[in-house]
DNA sequence: TGTTAACACGCAAACGTTTTCGTTGAGAAT
DNA sequence: ATTCTCAACGAAAACGTTTGCGTGTTAACA
């Protein structure tokens, strides 16, 4: 087991010193030609790479990013992921995760662990825990330690930082609009509590939409489901649900629901039925899953473009991050510096399929 | 923005020495009852967290694992993920993952950077072009540098470290067995080519599930799929290929296909040319993936237990980690170390839906 | 009173880098 | 012969910890 060659060693072996050894490496004019060579040839032969931890240590920044999200077996959660790898990559950055679970304590103790040197900024979707305790301390102290988060889907305003949003709201619009335009009358809405700023924002698009038609909403036409339905396990509580909901509107034609699984499981519940899809009832889900890709009948989805918010998210940070090396050199401009958060928006797309006419 | 404060801060304000600081606050009885209460009294209340980089820095050792996977939007690995993170952070260590994508450059070059001090240890699935080319030399360089590294699912023999696998040989042949069992006579199979273990593994478990029953295979009930087919963008052509398959083999009465993606693929053939499903033909997938579950009849299929691999690789890295901790002390016995290394078999499970009989 | 032990704390090395600021020697300029 | 100027290199600090060892003070002991 031969363990990694230090500059140390090198210098030792060379018999010349630490310094010398580095700059030879890093092709310094101030070496001689000849010991400059003999040096480079050594360090290839024995394979030197610099050690990480020790650049991290004496650069003070370690070129990783912490990735912090409620879920990581999500088809949405592991697009964005790879979208922030691909560009945390490109511009020589690590992602490390962590899983929050959706709890809150999770998110903190795991923000915390990583914030302690091992990164130099946070992409992060805030944990439904979070979001129901509307306690944000962790984000803020984080953020005064010089920190910068990405906040990416679920995001809350009064937080100092840069933002990729989807556009539910108008995404949600333009589904239930293009339900409107090929026929549907009463349109059914399956939504989650209001608490996950993405499921409210969905509630809102749905209930624009109705209104710029002048169509009156019924609050028996939604459905508002807890979040634990949502989980795999209670997939036969949550049929019943749709199933009752269905029942007590028989004039439903078409759906709009928040959620894949909302959807694909409400696809389920008409055909056992007697809905046919899409001449009884049309169907459109939110999320682009591979469910909806492969649902009997294929699903009309919003595809939230997962890939794109990560890669977004990853470029806002790396250029935070670098543009802050730049100001430690001037060491001024204090002031203006929390002006210039941006929040960008990433445009929603309607994917036609079998489930809508 | 409040920079995080360091022992050197503390002892400058409290006019003691920095080592005075750092050993009140791991409560060492060599410091005095006052100074002691003194120092951890500031130190809460300015939040001192020790710097994770250089406590690495210093004890040789990250706390983190380094992941390398082919692919994180996928359900098998996500799920294995969530596995090493649950056991990792239990056991204190975080997680750092990089993307081949299914490229051998990529994973040299992931391994490389992740190498050089930012982990103590690998859990990895081998790219498809890393098992194509053969070509494992990096494992093996990072295994000599003292990295150990386990490795799931898609393993090669000759390296050695601790594995786990899934049994596919024994969920195949399980699998066909039931096929058998419930009447079929012309069994199907759909998988990948060769180079892949896995693929190979389970092709054959169906071929000694059909030896056992006395049935003669047929090569013209095999379809060997090109790997890239799995790919989403190509399920027009994956669908065609399957469809003339069937066409070819008429009396086809149950399948057996080596992933989920073409297991649901061949329903959807199966039903466009007015087979019942598992009146006519039965199927069942490897991976239960949410597919499965959501499918048209829903999916019999073989599960691989991710999480549990993830948890199992996760115990196996951290152990042999900390086993190295106590050899640094002892410093001896380098000789029959790699004789221990393990090789974790994970059942599967045959989960029976509506797919089968 | 002199010796000693316990106590409470500081110094400095070490982990592996990079970089600033010397220092040395040789040849050129005065 | 003396000063100056480079070229070529080394020493040491710094990043933030932990820890072995040294040291000064005090109180107890003979």
Redesign the pocket.
Same mark, same amino acid.
């Given at each position: 087991m031969k363990r990694?060659?230090?500059?140390?060693q090198i210098?030792k072996e060379l018999? @010349? #010193?630490?310094?010398? @050894? #580095?700059?030879a490496?890093?092709n310094s004019?101030?070496?001689?030609?000849?010991?400059?060579q003999k040096i480079q040839a050594f360090a290839k032969f024995y394979n030197?790479?610099?050690?990480n931890?020790?650049?991290s240590?004496?650069?003070?920044k370690t070129k990783t990013i912490g990735i912090l999200i409620p879920e990581i077996v999500h088809h949405f959660f592991s697009t964005v992921i790879r979208g922030i790898e691909i560009i945390a990559n490109q511009r020589g950055y690590n992602v490390i995760i962590g899983l929050s679970n959706e709890s809150f304590s999770k998110e903190v103790i795991n923000m915390e662990m990583l914030a302690n040197?091992s990164i130099d900024g946070f992409i992060l979707s805030i944990s439904k825990e979070t979001l129901l305790h509307q306690d944000y301390h962790h984000f803020k102290e984080t953020i005064s330690q010089g920190i910068p988060i990405v906040m990416f889907d679920r995001v809350v305003n009064d937080i100092d930082c840069d933002k990729v949003i989807v556009d539910d709201y108008n995404g949600s619009v333009n589904a239930v609009k293009k339900l409107i335009s090929t026929g549907c009358k009463n349109i059914a809405l399956i939504t989650t509590m209001d608490y996950v700023s993405v499921g409210k924002l969905r509630t809102q698009g749905y209930l624009q939409a109705l209104e710029e038609s002048k169509i009156h909403p019924k609050a028996s036409l939604i459905l508002k489901l807890d979040d634990s339905l949502a989980l795999e396990e209670h997939l036969d509580v949550l049929e019943k649900e749709i199933e009752q909901f269905f029942m007590n509107n028989e004039k439903i034609d078409g759906l709009f629901a928040v959620n894949e699984l909302y959807a694909v499981t409400a696809m389920k519940v008409a055909r056992k039925l007697n809905l046919n899809i899409p001449e009884d009832i049309q169907v459109i889900g939110f999320t682009d899953g591979v469910l909806s890709k492969h649902a009997r009948p294929s699903l009309t989805t919003i595809s939230q473009h997962g890939q794109k918010i990560g890669e977004q998210a990853a470029h806002l940070l790396i250029d935070r991050l670098e543009l802050d090396d730049e100001e430690d050199d001037i060491e001024e401009v204090d002031f203006e510096r929390d002006m210039n958060f941006k929040t960008v928006v990433i445009e929603t797309e309607l994917i036609e399929r079998d489930s809508t006419k």
């Open positions: 990694k060659v230090t500059l140390k210098a018999d @010349v #010193s630490i310094s010398t @050894v #580095s700059r490496l890093s004019k101030e070496i001689g030609e000849e010991t400059r030197y790479k610099p050690n931890i020790a650049l240590l004496k650069n003070r040197g």
